[in-house]
């Protein structure tokens, strides 16, 4: 299982950024997939996540109505579009799968998968 995550970089507060996870080893068929974020000093949350086949799709509270998760199971990639940037949202970014993913909820397990984090940081 592998998943490995890319578009981070250095936007302006109100930009936009686009990451992309190619996931491999697995199909998105049969794992809830999602992003979660690290930001210094602080704990690790979840941000966004798509469950297996129901459509169920789950976003953090800090970032409803500014990201959008999506996936092609096809290609094995997933994104995450993040719009109105602020400098709150700076942060590591992991792609990883997720033991249950519903419209409330984002819940992982110590068997999830995680890839190595792409950096997002908002600055002016």
């Known amino acids: 299982v592998q998943l490995v995550e890319s578009g981070g970089g250095l936007v302006q507060p109100g930009g936009s950024l686009r990451l992309s996870c190619q996931t491999s080893?697995?199909?998105?068929?049969?794992?809830?997939i999602g992003w979660s974020r690290q930001a210094p000093g602080q704990e690790r949350e979840g941000v966004s996540c798509?469950?297996?086949?129901?459509?169920?799709?789950y976003y953090g509270d800090a970032v409803k109505g500014r990201f959008t998760i999506s996936r092609d199971k096809d290609k094995g990639m997933v994104y995450l579009q993040m719009n109105s940037l602020k400098p709150e949202d700076t942060a590591v970014y992991y792609c990883?799968?997720?033991?249950?993913?519903?419209?409330?909820?984002?819940?992982?397990?110590?068997?999830?998968?995680w890839g190595q984090g792409t950096q997002v940081t908002v600055s002016s």
């Open positions: 080893g697995f199909t998105l068929d049969y794992y809830a």
């Open positions: 798509m469950g297996r086949a129901d459509g169920s799709i």
């Open positions: 990883q799968t997720v033991y249950r993913c519903t419209n409330y909820a984002f819940e992982e397990k110590y068997d999830d998968h």
